[in-house]
């Protein structure tokens, strides 16, 4: 290489070096456009109000993040329906205290990450102070770490974990469904009546799984049972093929099955091709059978018992308008997934009513000692750890005409959070 | 030894059979590890839940499914494989790898994110009683068509002239097109036998698994460690490797739950490092 | 691996026939390779890298959006990894899919270190990137001696084997399993660089540590490069059989990429896990290896700051098209443009195209005469 040469060489990769750096720049620099661009906007738009003195009041925005793929779709689908007929029936009457209610939707895949991004930029963006519809405890749990910071409160309505009203529980969360201990204390009241005498336990293999496969062995080992086997399985899994082959090796008379969603129409599907159910004096289902899932599973589940979050029959003014406007909307009942949702909205609009405001901090100082009447009938309290305390049912699945798969749940045992969750978990520390 | 654990090894091991025979074929004759098998699997799944929520038969599914990914087969050769040839491997890989994301998504974008179940048609959908214990029909139908395939291919391979073209071909190509072999034909007879495996392994597969959007990603890897350890391109190798995974991986859930998952990669670690060639070596 | 992978008809090793290419070196610029650590380059790249420091320093004054402002952060962390996942590539000719291995390895070892351990988290930091570099050091021991697909496939295995083990039940209390390790700090001194766990969450005040961790990153990895090392390197990489006759030791010097390439990826890991205060076995996944390594690629990883570049990109496409799900199509077809048409990726062609330009306007300016 001659000296000329070796010069343009320097020359030529120290000016690359330098136009690759200043590119680099650029595109910061250009970030920096998109931001203060994007910032003046939501700016001048939250800006404009409004003569009338009523209609001058800043709009409840509600940001919502619901996963849209993998086993819970379907659950994130119908938590926006229970906070679509609560927005509706509040816009109907001139908003929440006159504040609008506008539900702004991002997806996620259910990791974590992913969630937290659309958290950001929900609340950072487009000003939604108020999440929900976040679907498993994993990514509630990573979003508490971040609310401080957001200034966001999340209304959690589907997450079970025990965890999440414990080590991490946070003052910025609120839960509205009953946790996954308290539903288990409901079902021990009952285990008497339950003729199995060795369990085995199919969980999910995340904070959720595990928290109701330790609740209930605790549970049944206090009612004198035995548990023979405890298997996990990931969420989104497919074949259950290997783990029912454990379970009908291990001769149980009792199963407790913990699979949500996809994985349980599979596991259920998959346990039938096997002939798994039939050597079970019980079946007694987790969050697995439930009402959506009538339709495919049929007749298979006739006979399980299963934590009933939510009446559909009960009898009070507030539950049947909930059902009517529901069905109006949506073509069919509902079931506890939008139940639950349609709480945790009562919970946020009956505190932004005390509070006089849609300031998160000064909805969140409401929550103390604050009085929300419950789609059981009664009034019910929110704890000083952010857990509505709403009653927990068992049910068991009988033939019932006009229900979806001609399925439906009696209920049989009914337990309020003053059992169920009597104190407050010595690992919360706010 | 639950008997019943032993087949569930044998119907996974099965439909790792079908689907890596048809990714040893297109490494063993293109030297290009194709990425984008995951997503022609999922391809061939999703096919065939589109014909079975229209109301066609599982079986015609089963039939065209794999005749329309042998089409794609198709467009990857004379679109891609072809045109790459002079570039390394790695970088047609890297090709293969950005299709697999764009085949993702578009199937996403045409049947929605959901997981849907398939069910099986009715005649197979019971349990059959095998050696005493109650086992889903369905499955062993998995093994015996695994099993056809498998006989199928490696007859075909061994006896056929475009069987002799084929091994000529993935073993020394040069060579191969000197002595008047079309290279080129063969290239796509080979992509598109092999997609259409992908597919049919697919369709095998809707009725077992479900549709949902992870499973090309999922299955990829698993695939990709069978090609491995069976043996550069040797088609035999995979299937032995198909088989010998599938067992493992479940035996192994039942022994070891905490080792088994590991094993798929110690085992792709150990023929990588010690055996290069596989179990096959160089045979096809 | 290269003696006994199929010979196709047109590349060979022969280099009387074509240029050495090596086994498999996608976006490989023709061209010779700048050397030499003279102290006038090297000052010159010193008063560069501080300009672009300080310049850098205010970019939270130019970005108002808190959200850009997370973006560019996020961005920075990744482009961090990137930057070592295309130093290997481009001095040693190896596409590695493993690289989260030491990412999210180290991620873990801080969460493990200060929630578990009791640690503070400055000292789990630091032990967290020499832990990530020493399995760097370890499984590159391994797999260094092979190169091309095989390669490929090595570092795959490796890194999905510990998404595996993060995953595993028995190890739940450990590492969580499927639902991560939320972070918490401990010891007496709760503070980064005197940041405290507040603050790193807060993409304004955690992007100084990011910055000045990326600039000393690339300007680390420009000095190695342009060194006899890095000269090693290359000329390993070009052929190694020929590199090994002339008396160098082939095996040392690609660890030693590795291993820094490694250091990367866990200074990276550590920002994260720094900054989300949640670990989770997504930093492990399948999804973030190749992620990580199409922004590379795309980004160009012939110049140092193309991966960087590419994750920028790559983090700003995912809050844009994000939502609607399409950042993966964007990414393939980014991907498969780059690779075919583009060797040298975005950053690679912008810049070809400048100092071309450049270099015309040079010639014409000399006139007639030479």
Not at chain 1, 57 to 70: E, N, R
Not at chain 1, 372 to 399: E, F
Not at chain 2, 223 to 236: A, F, P, Q
Not at chain 3, 92 to 111: D, P
């Amino acid at each position: 290489m001659g000296l000329r040469e070796s010069l343009e060489e320097r020359e030529m990769s120290v000016r690359a070096k330098v136009s690759a750096a200043l590119l680099a720049l650029l595109v910061s620099g250009g970030l920096a456009a998109c931001g203060s661009d994007n910032d003046s906007a939501s700016g001048s738009a939250s800006g404009s109000g409004s003569s009338s003195a009523k209609s001058d009041a800043k709009p409840l925005k509600i940001g919502l993040i619901p996963p849209t793929s993998g086993a819970l779709a379907v659950f994130g689908t119908d938590e926006m329906k229970g906070w679509q007929v609560a927005a509706d029936q509040a816009n109907a009457q001139g908003g929440v205290d006159g504040h609008k209610v506008e539900l702004i939707k991002a997806s996620t895949d259910g990791q974590p990450a992913s969630t937290i991004r659309a958290a950001r930029k929900l609340a950072t963006q487009q000003g939604a102070k108020f999440i929900g519809a976040i679907m498993t405890s994993p990514e509630a749990a990573a979003l508490a770490k971040q609310l401080p910071a957001l200034g966001a409160l999340n209304f959690n309505s589907t997450g079970k974990d025990d965890g999440l009203i414990g080590a991490d529980c946070s003052p910025d969360a609120f839960r509205s469904v009953t946790g996954s201990a308290m539903d288990v204390n409901a079902i021990a009241a009952s285990m008497s009546k339950l003729p199995a005498k060795t369990w085995a336990i199919q969980a999910v293999d995340y904070s959720t799984g595990h928290s109701a496969a330790a609740a209930f062995k605790a549970a049944a080992e206090k009612a004198g049972k035995k548990i023979v086997l405890t298997q996990y399985a990931p969420l989104n899994t497919s074949d259950f093929g290997s783990y029912i082959s454990k379970l009908k090796s291990a001769k149980a008379d009792g199963l407790f099955a913990v699979e949500y969603g996809a994985d349980g129409v599979a596991f259920v599907n998959q346990g039938a091709q096997f002939k798994l159910f039939d050597q079970y004096k019980t079946v007694l289902g987790f969050n697995m059978v439930s009402e959506p899932l009538f339709k495919t599973l049929g007749k298979k589940v006739t006979g399980f018992y299963n934590n009933v979050g939510y009446d559909v029959d009960a009898d009070n003014a507030l539950n049947q308008t909930f059902v009517a406007d529901y069905k109006k909307a949506n073509g069919t009942d509902p079931y506890y997934v939008p139940a639950d949702t349609y709480m945790a909205a009562q919970i946020l609009f009956a505190a932004v009513k005390k509070a006089g405001s849609v300031d998160p901090q000064k909805v969140k100082a409401a929550m103390k000692d604050l009085s929300v009447p419950d789609l059981s009938g009664q009034n019910i309290t929110i704890g000083p750890d952010g857990q509505a305390m709403r009653p927990s049912h068992v049910g068991q699945v009988v033939a019932k005409a006009g229900g979806p798969g001609g399925l439906g749940f009696k209920i049989v045992s009914t337990t309020p959070a003053s059992v169920t969750h009597p104190s407050v978990s010595p690992d919360c520390k706010m | 030894m639950n008997f019943a654990q032993v087949l569930n090894g044998l119907a996974l091991g099965a439909l790792l059979m079908i689907l890596s025979s048809g990714l040893a074929l297109i490494y063993g004759l293109r030297g290009v590890m194709n990425f984008s098998h995951g997503a022609l699997y999922m391809l061939g799944a999703y096919l065939a839940y589109e014909a079975t929520s229209s109301g066609l038969s599982f079986w015609l599914a089963l039939i065209l499914a794999p005749l329309g990914l042998a089409v794609v087969g198709a467009m990857l050769e004379l679109g891609f494989f072809r045109n790459l040839q002079q570039r390394s491997h790695i970088e047609t890989g890297l090709v293969t790898f950005g299709i697999a994301l764009v085949l993702n998504r578009l199937i996403i974008i045409v049947w929605g994110d959901d997981t849907h179940p398939v069910s099986a048609p009715k005649a197979i959908d019971g349990t059959t009683s095998v050696f005493g214990t109650a086992y889903p029909t369905y499955r062993l139908l998995i093994i015996g068509a695994a099993a056809v395939m498998a006989v199928a291919l490696v007859l075909w391979l061994r006896n056929s002239r475009v069987g002799l073209h084929i091994r000529a071909a993935s073993h020394d190509t040069e060579t191969s097109g000197i002595l008047g072999i079309n290279v080129d034909r063969v290239s796509l007879i080979v992509v598109c036998l092999g997609a259409a495996l992908a597919g049919l392994a697919g369709v095998l597969a809707a009725p077992y698994f479900s549709v949902s959007p992870g499973m090309g990603q999922s299955i990829l890897i698993t695939v990709l460690i069978v090609v491995v350890v069976g043996g550069i391109g040797s088609v035999g190798g995979a299937m032995i490797a198909a088989l010998l995974l599938g067992l493992v991986q479940i035996m192994g859930n039942v022994w070891l739950p905490s080792v088994a998952v590991l094993v798929p990669y110690a085992l792709l670690i150990a023929v990588l490092l010690w055996r290069p060639t596989g179990i096959a070596g160089k045979r096809v | 691996m290269s003696s006994t992978a199929p010979t196709v008809v047109t590349t060979t090793d022969d280099p009387a026939v074509a240029p050495p290419r090596g086994d498999g070196a996608p976006g490989r610029r023709e061209g010779r390779v700048a050397v030499g650590l003279e102290r006038r380059a090297v000052l010159r790249a010193l008063a560069v890298a501080v300009v672009i420091l300080v310049a850098g320093l205010f970019v939270p004054d130019l970005i108002t959006s808190s959200y850009y402002m997370g973006v560019a952060a996020d961005g920075v962390v990744l482009g961090i990894m990137a930057a070592g996942i295309g130093f290997l590539a481009h001095r040693s000719g190896l596409i590695s899919l493993g690289h989260t291995a030491f990412y999210g390895g180290s991620a873990y070892g801080v969460a493990i270190f200060t929630t578990h351990w009791g640690w503070s988290p400055t000292t789990a930091a630091v032990v967290a990137v020499i832990g990530g570099t020493l399995l760097a050091v370890a499984i590159g021991s391994l797999v260094i001696r092979i190169t091309g697909f095989g390669f490929l496939m090595l570092t795959l295995a490796f890194g999905q084997a510990l998404y595996a083990l993060s995953t595993l039940t028995s190890l739940r209390d450990v590492t969580g399993a499927f639902d991560g390790i939320s972070v918490v700090f401990s010891g007496e001194s709760q503070k980064v660089a005197g940041l405290t766990q507040a603050q790193l969450g807060a993409p304004d005040t955690f992007w100084p540590l990011a910055w000045v961790c990326l600039v000393l990153v690339v300007l680390g990895l420009w000095l190695v490069g342009r060194s006899r090392f890095g000269v090693t390197l290359e000329a390993i990489r070009e052929n190694e059989e020929r590199a090994r006759f002339s008396g160098y030791n082939t095996y040392l010097p690609r660890l030693g990429a590795f291993a820094i390439s490694g250091f990367c990826a866990s200074i990276a890991g550590v920002l994260f896990a720094l900054k989300a205060s949640y670990v989770s076995p997504d930093v492990l996944g399948f999804q973030l290896a190749g992620d990580s390594l199409v922004a590379t690629i795309v980004g160009g990883f012939t110049i140092l700051i193309g991966p960087v570049v590419g994750a920028l990109l790559y983090i700003y496409a995912q809050g844009r098209f994000g939502d609607t799900g399409n950042l993966e199509l964007y990414m393939g077809l980014a991907l498969i443009v780059v690779v075919i048409f583009l060797p040298g990726g975005v950053v690679g062609f912008v810049t070809d195209r400048v100092v071309r330009l450049r270099a015309r306007l040079w010639r014409g300016r000399k006139g007639a005469g030479s």
